[in-house]
């Protein structure tokens, strides 16, 4: 017991000690750090750049939860159905979600182009008619970086709908069958309550992933056009390493964390008390 309350210690309790302390402080990374007080907390509610940043991450976590939800537990029913090459299916809806967000990144930058495959395929639809601006227009762009985080995150979160449907009990469906109810009755009396824990733990992962996000958007946009792409984390990157606001960067990583830990627990005890017992 001793020793893991030592590496707790040592790898969260310290880390995040340090960094409420540094968040009070003017330090670039290198000097002595000299105590200000609240002046970072101040000026971080006035920084015009975090204010965005936390737009931003709300229209994609917001997005990511409205969207993902029902689109992975349709995934995870038409898989969890008797359907041929189901495994398969399986294997190629998951894959997205174990390669490297770097590669993704590199992979949808070539996609989405001027002269890249989507618009080519958007020229011989013959909609449109001029070159799609994907990754340098204001109101293309995050949709656009949406779109990347469905499509890597859809089959992820299927995987925990699927074994959670497998999780019910099928005596539950036969007494249904008997009570005539079927189809969306059944659904909705049945599958869904006991979903719930697995809406859970996707909702978790899907606020707590989004809230941090990082590296799409560094690769594919460096924040912009302008900073409608700009998200905290990639705030706290720019101050710490390219203005050595090293202080200011670790108090936009408190304020982060306490949103993060705001939004978790309230999402927590919301689908929480929703759940039931089988």
């Known amino acids: 017991m001793v020793p893991v309350l030592l590496i707790i210690a040592a790898f969260v309790v310290y880390p995040f000690l340090?960094?409420?302390?540094?968040?009070?402080?003017?330090?670039?990374?290198?000097s002595k750090p000299n105590f200000v007080g609240l002046l970072n907390y101040k000026n971080l509610l006035k920084d015009i750049s975090f204010v965005h940043s936390l737009r931003n991450i709300l229209f994609f976590t917001v997005g990511a939860i409205v969207l993902i939800n029902p689109l992975s537990l349709i995934l995870a029913l038409i898989l969890n159905s008797k359907i041929k090459g189901r495994s398969a299916l399986r294997t190629l809806f998951y894959?997205?979600?174990?390669?490297?967000?770097?590669?993704?990144?590199?992979?949808?930058?070539?996609?989405?182009?001027?002269?890249?495959?989507?618009n080519k395929v958007v020229?011989?639809?013959?909609v449109g008619?001029?070159?799609?601006?994907?990754?340098?227009?204001?109101?293309?762009?995050?949709?656009?970086?949406?779109?990347?985080?469905?499509?890597?995150g859809v089959g992820n979160s299927a995987i925990f709908y699927i074994?959670?449907?497998?999780?019910?009990?099928?005596?539950?469906?036969?007494?249904?069958d008997i009570d005539g109810a079927v189809g969306w009755t059944r659904f909705t009396r049945i599958t869904f309550p006991l979903l719930m824990p697995?809406?859970?733990?996707?909702?978790?992962?899907?606020?707590?992933?989004?809230?941090?996000?990082?590296?799409?958007?560094?690769?594919?946009?460096?924040?912009?056009?302008g900073d409608v792409t700009l998200t905290p984390t990639m705030l706290i990157y720019n101050q710490a390493f390219q203005y050595n606001a090293a202080g200011y960067a670790t108090t936009t990583g408190v304020f982060l964390l306490l949103i993060i830990f705001v939004i978790s627990a309230l999402q927590l005890r919301l689908t929480r008390s929703k759940e039931v017992e089988m």
């Open 95 to 118: 894959l997205p979600s174990v390669i490297s967000m770097i590669v993704i990144s590199n992979i949808w930058v070539i996609i989405l182009a001027g002269d890249g495959l989507l």
């Open 129 to 152: 008619g001029q070159e799609i601006n994907w990754l340098g227009d204001y109101d293309k762009t995050p949709w656009a970086l949406l779109f990347i985080i469905l499509w890597q």
């Open 18 to 30: 340090s960094s409420v302390y540094y968040s009070f402080t003017d330090w670039n990374g290198i």
């Open 198 to 225: 697995a809406v859970t733990i996707v909702t978790f992962f899907q606020i707590s992933g989004t809230l941090k996000l990082f590296d799409l958007p560094l690769i594919m946009t460096k924040g912009g056009p």
């Open 123 to 126: 020229d011989l639809l013959g």
């Open 163 to 176: 074994a959670g449907l497998q999780s019910i009990p099928q005596d539950l469906y036969e007494a249904a």
